[in-house]
């Protein structure tokens, strides 16, 4: 068994304190083992794309992590699934189906590449009940308006999957991250429910510009405001009063098992932005049942 404790005290505290029944989290990492271990060796060696020291604070078992979530009080979570390279989604997703069948808690996660047949098993993933997608453009190192997605995206749009998508350039900045990619990318999908991962770190105005000239975009809070974060991203002096008005819109993601600090300090980041209890409860669970009809 992993020794949580005091964790599992302060996180369930929050949401006790709010009144909540419990977290909603949108961006939460299970894979298939050894993809999983490939991502934590290069975390452990500060890779390029990662840029500096992390170290994994939830490095267990699968069923150690899901008995640390359920700990927490998380009624639902993702398995953010991504690939790298061409061919490796449609595999991915089977894996992904599989533990959303064999995990009730786990909301049924799906993902993408610009590749021949990208559509295809995008809607094959719709089909077989996936409920929302990860697309990873940093990683991927791909342009999400190439041509193989468009269709994936009005699919998309069509069916209204949110769509988490690491499109910022955070913690290093891609060949095709920052806000005029996605933008793009709405603009020929309107209806899009991108969900902009880590609300866009470092561009922060830039991707709040972007959810307010687009109603069905939303933001995850993933890694933002924390103190590791804040070290090389901070938020914007000024941006509080968007965070606030945009609050139906935010949502609670930690980045689990991924993160080189406890479950606990994400949420207490969010609290000491001091936007109130009733914005609290909106991003930490409200807004993520409503979208997901949790
Ligand atoms: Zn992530």
Redesign the pocket.
Known sequence: MVETGADDARVTAFWRGLGLPGLIDV?T?FMPERVLDKVWAYFDAAGPLVGRRWPITYRHQEDERLAVLRGFGVRAFTS?VYPHKPGMASWLNSWAADFAARTPDCLSTATFFPEEGAADYVRAAVEGGARVFKAHVQVGAYDPNDAWLDPVWGLLAEAGIPVVT?CGSGPVPGKFTGPGPMARVLARHPRLRLVV?HMGMPDYSAFLDLAERHPGVLLDT?MAFTDFSEESAPLPKGEHPRLADLGDRILWGS?FP?IPYSYAHGLESLERLGLGDAWLRAVCHDNASIVFGI
């Open positions: 961006h990492h953010m690491h991962a993933t980045d991924n």
